[in-house]
């Protein structure tokens, strides 16, 4: 039995040694492919939202026996950290029920949704991680944190802080994270909305950062950070020490395992296995509080393709059904601000993750690669969200739904220069912090346009 | 009477299917059935690799194949090598545009998928590749280089706040006298070619079959050159 995260330092240390090539294809795509074959596991690229809760159920305890057989990986030590079947499904028992974040009239309480759950999901505003110049970057997530349907809220990273270029590891994240969370910290006062939860940070990848920011004036201990796992089931030094940080500190950790589709897991099913293993042995090694179901695709990176919603839609799925949790699916688009092209995207995702059992947090427009996201497509991620569970959509109507709407965009991932729109400051007003007339134009006719093709509760 | 297309078509299967240990053996019943090696690398092992990459483009074949049919690869080379080498000696025109490479994610960055599927996809189209995994400092970038002999640095990051450390790369090659010595290709999916062109390197792709594709382009450029000089 686990007693405490020293248990898990010491089993990085001393478990069995496997070279990280031989962990990958001998342990992770091996393992994998072989349950994905004995489980009968398959998907249809027709059928993203799968009305099919024994493929859920089978996903499921497929994830769970890759967790059991293969366990996770340091990469620092090149040892398998192992648990037993026990300390697994203990870790399933304990996962968190309810979840306050922020504090005062502004705290939000996350909780585990169902199938078809006929209350909203929570709504995280912002593009965790997307690159933002310094002077971008008060005003872009003032635009989203002044949504009223936003609950929660995320932001970018800054890429430059007074003048000097960040790097990663370098002294300079320290002062960028530092920055990043005073901007923050400002801007929910600027907005009326001091008290409301944040998932931050991220202006650091290394643990320096994150080091630097635990403390009441940046990050509160209501207020997460991210735990990522690494592709896949991997955990390493620097990840572990985000881990231990919040031991003492008390904020609240989230786990981001960003499993690809058609990396080591291989196919879509594959891959839903990898990533419902990965929960099951982040709620250890990462020390999740809750989840953020992120996967990516192989070449395309975004959310909004029809393999990786099918693969947030039955983890989901799974979940709801076999170990209710706190699951919340992140909406990174191909396109990014001033196109049409993202707001269907958005629709189409925000509709999948709704109506399987995920709170909602985006939007990563441009595949958060750059500093193209607004508070627009924040806005209607909620609005989409919201109707969804007004409208007390099926899993089928869903899926027909956003059969649909993929007609309205997919054709972005054949576009060899992507569909990147533009950048925050050309379609919003800094001034004002509106949307600009032609943005807000796109935003009227493609809502119009969604409500046409069967979301009718959308205001 | 096992002909040489059957040889071929042998060595071909097991490229596709990604048996290390069956390649090699195929590989050297070519060769002692007196099989031309430049044939065996040309219509076996590399029509195998080729399958696969199209394969890997159009979504049939996954990264756990692409990583198989490189190891599969590099045990037949293994095979295979010293007999190339004498062809290449006694008629330099015919060495194909392959060469050395030493690929690594750099300093501070620990992604390496992106990185894995160009390594794989390099070995799978002849390149002797010398992956040296991920957060590698710059100098043991260039140190292994140098002492491998490299043709070419490709450099990966996916974080922004990583890619400062390939412009450092060539900027310390350049402090070394030691840019014109290697082909500098730098990737990852923040890097665009306006990125490669101002830090000075030779080039990016989009992807890992352009990858390959761009790496022979360059390589056949530098071999051009070096023949126009010598």
């Known amino acids: 039995m686990i007693f405490n995260y020293q248990d898990i330092l010491d089993r990085a240390l001393n478990g069995p040694y496997i070279k990280e090539e031989d962990w990958d294809l001998q342990k992770v795509a091996v393992t994998t492919a072989k349950l994905v074959q004995t489980h009968k596991l398959a998907w249809d690229p027709e059928e993203i939202v799968t009305n099919d809760p024994g493929l859920a159920d089978a996903i499921f305890e497929a994830g769970l026996e890759l967790a059991k057989e293969v366990g996770a990986y340091s990469r620092s030590t090149e040892r398998i950290i192992e648990f037993s079947p026990r300390e697994l499904e203990d870790g399933l028992e304990r996962m968190l029920q309810t979840l306050v974040m922020g504090e005062g009239k502004d705290a939000r309480t996350l909780f585990p949704r169902k199938v078809m759950d006929k209350r909203p999901p929570l709504v995280w505003a912002g593009n965790p991680g997307a690159p933002h110049p310094e002077e971008l970057f008060l005003p872009s997530v003032m635009s989203w944190m002044q949504e009223p349907i936003v609950d929660m809220v995320t932001c970018g990273a800054l890429i430059d802080v007074d003048g000097r270029e960040v790097r990663t ?7 960028s994270a530092r920055r990043e969370l ?13 008290g409301m939860g944040m998932l931050a940070a991220q202006s650091s990848v290394s643990e320096l950062g994150d080091l630097a920011v635990a403390h009441p004036d940046y990050l509160r201990p209501c207020d997460s950070h991210l735990v990522p796992m690494l592709n896949e089931l991997k955990m390493d030094n620097r990840n572990i020490a985000r881990a231990v940080n919040s031991l003492e500190y008390g904020m609240r950790n989230a786990s981001l395992p960003c499993v690809i589709v058609g ?3 291989g196919d879509a099913p594959g891959c839903a296995v990898v990533n419902v293993a990965s929960f099951i042995l982040s709620n250890l090694t990462c020390l999740a509080d809750y989840h953020l179901c992120h996967p990516i695709h192989m070449r395309h990176i975004a959310t909004s393709t029809r393999s990786v919603m099918w693969v947030q839609s039955i983890v989901e799925q799974a979940f709801a059904r076999n170990a209710p ?6 909406i990174y688009p191909k396109s990014g601000a001033m196109t049409r092209e993202l707001l269907y995207e958005t629709a189409a995702n925000a509709i999948a993750i709704t109506v399987s059992g995920g709170h909602l947090e985006g939007c990563g427009s441009a595949d958060g690669n750059a500093p193209n996201g ?26 027909g739904l956003i059969l649909r709407l993929l007609e309205r965009y997919e054709d972005v991932f054949d576009r060899p220069e992507g569909n990147k ?3 925050f400051d050309r379609a919003y007003d800094l001034r004002t912090l509106r949307p600009k007339p032609e943005w807000e134009r796109m935003y009227d006719e493609v809502r119009q346009d969604v409500r046409k093709l069967g979301l009718e509760a959308l205001a | 009477m096992v002909s040489e297309a059957d040889y071929l078509e ?8 990604g048996e290390a240990q069956a390649a090699p053996l195929a590989t050297k019943e070519a060769i002692d059935a007196g099989v031309d090696p430049l044939t065996i690398l040309n219509e076996g092992l590399m029509a195998g690799a080729d399958v696969v990459g199209r394969r890997f483009q159009t979504g049939e074949f996954f990264l756990p194949e692409l990583m198989l049919t490189g190891r599969a690869l590099k045990a037949a080379m293994g095979v295979l090598e010293p007999k190339l080498k004498i062809v290449y000696a006694n008629d330099p025109s015919t060495q194909a545009d392959t060469g050395i490479v030493v690929i690594a994610t750099v300093k501070t960055d620990i992604h ?10 390099l070995t799978a189209s002849g390149f002797e590749v010398h992956d040296l995994g991920v957060d590698v400092p710059i100098k043991s970038i260039i140190a292994i280089a140098q002492e491998v002999g490299a043709d070419i640095i490709g450099c990966s990051a996916l974080l922004t706040t990583s890619m400062p450390f390939m412009r450092d790369l060539i900027d310390l090659l350049g402090a070394m006298g030691e840019r014109q010595r290697f082909i500098v290709m730098v990737g990852g999916a923040s890097v665009t070619p306006e990125f490669a062109e101002r830090i000075g390197a030779d080039g990016t792709a989009p992807n890992a079959v352009q990858a390959v594709q761009l790496a022979r382009t360059l390589i056949h450029k530098a071999r051009q050159g070096q023949g126009t000089d010598g």
């Open chain 1, 325 to 330: 949790c706190i699951i919340v699916s992140d």
């Open chain 2, 112 to 121: 390496d998928i992106g990185k894995n599927i160009v390594a794989a996809m």
């Open chain 2, 10 to 17: 042998r060595i071909k299967k097991t490229i596709i299917a």
């Open chain 1, 374 to 399: 607004t508070g627009l497509e924040a806005r209607f991620m909620g609005e989409v969200g919201h109707a969804v569970t007004r409208q007390e959509l099926s899993l089928k109507e869903a899926n």
């Open chain 1, 263 to 265: 990396g080591l897991g």
């Open chain 1, 182 to 194: 005073q901007y923050m910290r400002q801007a929910l006062r600027r907005v009326g909305r001091p």
């Open chain 1, 421 to 423: 729109g533009v950048r």
């Open chain 1, 169 to 175: 590891g370098d002294p300079i994240e320290i002062i």
